[in-house]
C-alpha cells in the first residue's frame, strides 16, 4: 500500500487508464477529495466511466461528460441534473442486483475510490459510511484508493477493509457529506397519522428518506421494541434509540443491532455510529436478500413514489424520460415485508408541485414496484388496502385517496376500461 499525506500529492493517470470503469461511495460515502481530482484531471484518462448509485454533492456537472461517460442506477439528488442533460444513463436494476453485477463482470469496477475511517488498532479500516456494494467492487477492482479522513468514523461493518486491499491511502482533512433532516409540516403528518394502526410494538421497519419517512418516524415515540432493518437510516433513527423506542430485541435476527447498508445523516449521526456495537454496516447482499429479510419479524416496509395508477402500479423511477428516481430497494422490501407478517407502504402526497394529481389512470413512466407486490398506498386522504383486492375494488379504493378536485376525471378515465364502475 502506497501512502500519501495529501489529496494534492496524488496524481490519478498514473492509476486510472482511459476507458477504464470507476466505481465510488454513494451519497454521504462520496470521497469528496478524491471525486474533485479525479474531475479536475478528467483530461488524463479521456474515456472513463463512472457508475452512480446516488449522489448529493456538486461534484459532477453535465460538463465533464466531455471526457468522462456517467452511467447508474437513476436520478436520485445531483444526479437528476446528469439524467436531464442526457448525459447520465440509467440502468434499471434493483440495488440488490449491483453486487451481482459487479462479480458477473457485468458492471465494470477497474478503479474504486473509497472515503474510510482511520485504521483501528489491530490496522482495519471501516468503509464508515457507505457499505453497500463498494466491497464487491473492491474485490473485482485493479486498483483501490482510499481517502482516509479522521472525520469518518468507525463503524461496524460485516467485514473491515484492509491495508492488503488498498492501493494508494491518502490523507485527508475533508469532511465527509451531510444530509440534514428533511423537515416536515401538516400535510406529512396526515400522510404519517394514516399509519399508525400499522406500524405495532416490536415491528422491524424499514424506512427511507424524505419528509414523509421523517414525519412517520416523529410520531412513533410511545411504541415498544422495533427494530430496524433498512438500506439506509439517518439521524432520526438516533432519536428511536436513545428514548428506547428502537432496541431491536423481537427482530428475529441481529438482535439489539441497527442493521444498514448507508448512513445518510450528519455528524450527529457519524459520531453516535462511531465504535457503536448498536449500529452495523452490512452489503446489499444482506440488508436486501430475500434469504435475511424473511427471517425478521413483522417488516413494515415505507417507500415513496412519483405516482401510482388505479390498479396499484407504483412509478418511482421516471416522469416520461426524465429520470427523477430510481428502483432502489423498493421492490426488494415490499416482497420481504409479505414474508414476514408485516405490511408494505407506499406513502406519498396526492398532488404535486403544481396541483397535478400523483393517482393517475395511466403511468407516465415505467412500473417499479407491481401492482401484483402493492399492499397499502397512503396519501393525505387516507389509505388504499389493495392486497387481494380486485382491479375494479382497486380503482374505487385509489379514486378514494386521490385529491378531491381530480376523483371525477380519474372515475371517467376508469370508467373508458372498466364500464361497470
Known sequence: MIELDG????????????????????????????TQKFVEQRASYSGAGVFFGTAFSRTFAPGHADHLRFKGTG??????????????????????????????????SDVVLLLVSPPNERGEYSFGLVNDFVRAAVSRARVVIAEV???????????????????????????????????????????????????????????GIGSVPEAILAMLGNRRDLGIHSGMIGDSVIDLIEKGVVTNAHKGIDEGVSITGVLFGTQRLYRFAHRNPLVKLCPTSYTHHSSTMSRLKRLVSINSALEVDLTGQVNAEAIGS????????????????????????????????????????????????????????????????????????????????????HREELMRQARMTWSEL
Open 7 to 34: 489529496i494534492d500529492q496524488l496524481d490519478l493517470s498514473a492509476y486510472i487508464r482511459p476507458g477504464d470503469s470507476i466505481i465510488f461511495g454513494q451519497g454521504t460515502g462520496e470521497q469528496l477529495g478524491l
Open 75 to 108: 436520478g436520485i439528488g445531483s444526479l437528476r441534473k446528469l439524467a436531464s442533460a442526457g448525459v447520465l444513463d440509467p440502468i434499471p436494476c434493483h440495488i440488490s442486483a449491483v453486487e451481482g453485477l459487479l462479480r458477473d463482470g457485468i458492471l465494470r
Open 149 to 207: 479522513s479522521p472525520h469518518v468514523p468507525w463503524t461496524p461493518c460485516d467485514q473491515p477493509l484492509l491495508a492488503s486491499e488498498i492501493t494508494v491511502a491518502v490523507k485527508s482533512d475533508t469532511r465527509p457529506l451531510e444530509l440534514p433532516t428533511a423537515s416536515f409540516g401538516e400535510l406529512e403528518k396526515r400522510i404519517a397519522s394514516h399509519l399508525e394502526p400499522y406500524i405495532t410494538d416490536r415491528a422491524t421497519l424499514q424506512v
Open 322 to 405: 426524465e429520470h427523477i428516481g430510481a428502483v432502489g430497494g423498493q421492490v426488494d422490501f415490499v416482497r420481504a415485508s409479505a414474508l414476514t407478517g408485516g405490511r408494505s407502504v407506499i406513502a406519498f402526497a396526492s398532488t404535486g408541485r403544481h396541483g397535478d394529481s400523483k393517482v393517475v389512470a395511466r403511468l407516465s413512466g415505467p412500473v417499479t414496484t407491481a401492482r401484483s407486490d402493492v399492499d397499502l398506498i397512503v396519501t393525505e386522504f387516507g389509505v388504499a388496502r389493495m392486497r387481494g383486492r380486485t382491479l375494479r375494488e382497486r380503482v374505487r379504493a385509489m379514486a378514494a385517496i386521490a385529491a378531491p378536485e
